[in-house]
């Protein structure tokens, strides 16, 4: 079964820096994303990338955010500098292996002073 397990998270400052790791097993994917979700909000998209190698982030975190993957290590990874208090979530993974969408368990991140 596919499972993907997240870590990384937690509290930093603003200004800050934290690397969000999702370690994914059980299938093969063509598409990774991590979504977030803050709280009283909706999910939103974070960054995605392709298994080309495209990425795509929306405004909000564009030129902050990088997300990138280890297929050596099957995990895919967030990382994110120049955190502001916005940035504030619950974390999740998201996978695509063509059929379905797999959603890993949340990490927090909490970016305060």
């Known amino acids: 079964q596919v499972q993907l397990v997240e870590s990384g998270g937690g509290l930093v400052q603003p200004g800050g820096s934290l690397r969000l790791s999702c370690a994914a097993s059980?299938?093969?994917?063509?598409?990774y994303a991590w979504y977030r979700q803050a709280s009283g909000k909706q999910r939103e998209l974070a960054a995605s990338?392709?298994?080309?190698?495209?990425?795509r982030y929306p405004d909000s975190v564009k030129g902050r955010f990088t997300i990138s993957r280890d297929n050596a290590k099957h995990t895919l990874y967030l990382q994110m500098n120049s955190l502001k208090p916005e940035d504030t979530a619950v974390y999740y993974c998201?996978?695509?292996?063509?059929?379905?969408?797999?959603w890993g368990q949340g990490t927090q991140v909490t970016v305060s002073s």
């Open positions: 998201n996978v695509f292996d063509g059929s379905r969408l797999y």
């Open positions: 059980g299938g093969i994917f063509i598409f």
């Open positions: 990338i392709t298994s080309g190698g495209t990425t």
